[in-house]
Nanobody
Framework: QVQLVESGGGSAQAGGSLRLSCTASGISFTDFTVAWFLQAPGKERIQVASLSRNGVTAYYADSVKGRFTISRNDAGDKVYLQMNSLTPEDTAVYYC??????????????WGQGTQVTVSI
């Protein structure tokens, strides 16, 4: 059974940092393109970062470029999203997703349950 579990969400002040983790069981991220999405209240879910299967190539939405970094551990069972210079606009539920396709635009075969990030002034 495949399971993705996000952790690391919480509250931060504007300008602060958080690091999200996504732990996989039943699959290895070395076989999947993995992405982080956010969904703000009342808005669509959007992809903010993705990482290729080999862990080398990353893509970022313009809104987070230079502030967020996606990475993966060597074992291939954890993916991280380092979020710096947070703003209130980053407040959302964050999801990780794994996609068996190689495209950097992830549709997602598997999804986590999400973790809440709240950024206050």
């Amino acid at each position: 059974q495949v399971q993705l579990v996000e952790s690391g969400g919480g509250s931060a002040q504007a300008g602060g940092s958080l690091r999200l983790s996504c732990t996989a069981s039943g699959i290895s991220f070395t076989d999947f393109t993995v992405a982080w999405f956010l969904q703000a209240p009342g808005k669509e879910r959007i992809q903010v970062a993705s990482l290729s299967r080999n862990g080398v190539t990353a893509y970022y939405a313009d809104s987070v470029k230079g502030r967020f970094t996606i990475s993966r551990n060597d074992a291939g069972d954890k993916v991280y999203l380092q979020m710096n210079s947070l703003t209130p606009e980053d407040t959302a539920v964050y999801y990780c997703a794994a996609d068996s396709r190689s495209s950097y635009q992830v549709i997602g075969n598997y999804w986590g349950q999400g973790t809440q990030v709240t950024v206050s002034i």
